[in-house]
């Protein structure tokens, strides 16, 4: 993150969390490192209680947010008000979706209770739904149009190519991609997958080796009535994020 801000003036870094230790969970080690780096918000999912560790850190760290939905009762908070460099608040929070997933509280019926009480704190709102289906999440996305500034999936650990403004005025991605390494299986080492899907037999599925690679978007959003002006996903190497001329193809919003 520290190198992408040293190209782009990024004033809120947010990034999924809930795969950051060796593939699966949170640790308190993995999460310092990414702060350390840069990020200021970590989100959620349905791996989030996957390390003890990890949930201990949903409980007491403010910067790490878990799915909104999930029902009462559940430790953490969902979503939280965060100042970028520039001071301007964004609201961000987290959902996760229910096709194919945990039957947990509707996303939809959530942000119709609590959304009206969040923009009164700031027009500044970023989504991240974390879901399974293409269809969920694009439903959200239209749903929550003129409401959000934007709406960005997370999950499927692939960059889908549909960035786009939705005709209200909100930042839309089905899926912001994956950061590891390259050549895997949604970050997993090939042979562990290929040989549970060739032979059903349950398998040990260890971390992907490989240079790795980082996938996310820019969104340009205006403090002012919460709009996004510009998206841009972005998908580069290690390699490529040193490269100075790499950049050049992703200038500033």
């Not at 409401?147 to 930042?171: I, N």
């Not at 839309?172 to 040989?195: E, K």
């Amino acid at each position: 993150m520290s190198r992408v801000r040293s190209y782009r003036d990024v004033d809120l870094a947010v990034a999924n969390g809930e795969n950051i230790a060796a593939g699966m969970g949170l640790t308190e080690s993995t999460a310092c490192e990414l702060f350390d780096a840069g990020i200021d918000v970590l989100t959620g999912g349905n791996h989030m209680w996957d390390k003890k560790e990890g949930a201990h850190m949903v409980r007491t760290d403010e910067r790490i947010l878990r799915p909104a939905n999930y029902p009462p009762g559940v430790e953490g908070r969902g979503w939280g008000v965060f100042h970028g460099r520039s001071g301007t608040p964004y609201a961000i929070v987290s959902l996760i979706g229910r096709v194919f997933l945990a039957p947990v509280d509707c996303p939809f019926r959530w942000t119709d209770e609590y959304l009206p009480s969040i923009r009164k704190e700031t027009p500044c709102i970023l989504v991240d739904f974390h879901a399974e289906a293409t269809s969920e999440k694009r439903a959200l996305g239209l749903y929550l149009d003129g409401k959000v500034s934007a709406v960005v999936g997370t999950h499927t650990h692939v960059q889908t190519a549909d960035a786009q403004l939705l005709p209200k005025g909100a930042g839309y991605l089905t899926d912001a991609g994956m950061c590891g390494p390259t050549g895997s299986i949604i970050g997993m080492d090939p042979q562990g997958v290929l040989r549970r899907l060739l032979t059903h037999v349950p398998v040990r599925f260890d971390v992907g080796t490989g240079e790795p690679e980082a996938c996310g978007v820019f969104l340009d959003i205006d403090p002012s009535d919460g709009a996004c002006r510009r998206i841009q996903p972005f998908c580069m190497t290690e390699t490529e994020m040193r490269d100075k001329e790499t950049w050049k193809m992703f200038s500033d919003l």
